[in-house]
């Protein structure tokens, strides 16, 4: 049973230039989180996917923005990039949709992240 | 607004001791609250969680935190600390409610640990 996978694991951007994260969630999950990890901080929830719509959204500028595709995997995208993006990108998945309610759960599971450089 | 304090940013204990890391929330609704553990370079691990009933729950690698609504605490605690402990520990809190969706962190408490 695979986990929650991210791609790429590295990444090196210059200011200005746009960025695209990728998440593919744990098997049977329907929901993804993004967060932003700085250095020596907690992350930073930056929005939630469900049904291919962006469901919550933290306090994040407009440059980011994220899509979920028909197969639950997601993508975040992060237009205009500054020197203070560079971040780890964490992906979390979850089962918090309609149906059975013994099937919804808060918990989310993480994948290992994408590091994101931007000089 | 859901918050959540860490005290301590490093804790260092030797081999063998007890383990303690301190985590306070602030909720307004009852809190679902997540231990998530972090080794070097890699994403957070889920320790244990505490939704509802039992206020004392068990996680893995004999990880243990209690729930402490007077308190508005959920310490994690280990009798004994193994070399392999040592990464940063991360507490976040989230809400029962509808619409309740977004995991909120603290800064997170590294553990050093002294053979």
């Known amino acids: 049973d695979a986990g929650v996978t991210q791609s790429p694991t590295h990444l090196i951007k210059t200011r200005g230039q746009q960025v695209t994260l990728r998440c593919s969630p744990k098997?049977?999950?329907?929901?993804v989180s993004w967060y932003q990890q700085a250095l020596g901080q907690g992350p930073q929830f930056i929005f939630q996917?469900?049904?291919?719509?962006?469901?919550q959204r933290g306090n994040f500028p407009d440059r980011f923005s994220g899509h979920q595709f028909p197969n639950y995997s997601s993508e975040l995208n992060v237009n205009a990039l500054l020197l203070g993006d560079s971040a780890l990108y964490l992906c979390?998945?979850?089962?918090?949709?309609?149906?059975?309610?013994?099937?919804?759960?808060?918990?989310?599971?993480f994948g290992a992240g994408t590091r994101l450089s931007v000089l | 607004a859901q918050s959540v304090t860490q005290l301590g940013s490093h804790v260092s204990v030797s081999e063998g001791a007890l383990v303690l890391l301190r985590c306070n929330y602030s909720s307004s609704v009852p809190p679902y609250l997540f231990w998530y553990v972090q080794y070097p370079n890699q994403g957070l691990q889920l320790l244990l969680k505490y939704t509802t009933g039992a206020t004392l729950v068990k996680g893995i690698n004999g990880f243990e935190a209690e729930f402490k609504k007077s308190e508005t605490s959920f310490h994690l605690t280990k009798p004994s600390a193994h070399m392999s402990d040592a990464a940063e520990y991360f507490c976040?809190?989230?809400?029962?409610?509808?619409?309740?969706?977004?995991?909120?962190f603290g800064k997170g408490t590294k553990l050093s640990v002294i053979p």
């Open positions: 979390a998945s979850s089962l918090v949709g309609a149906g059975s309610r013994a099937g919804r759960s808060n918990i989310q599971y």
């Open positions: 996917y469900y049904e291919e719509e962006e469901r």
């Open positions: 976040a809190v989230t809400y029962s409610g509808a619409g309740s969706y977004q995991l909120t």
């Open positions: 098997s049977g999950h329907d929901t």
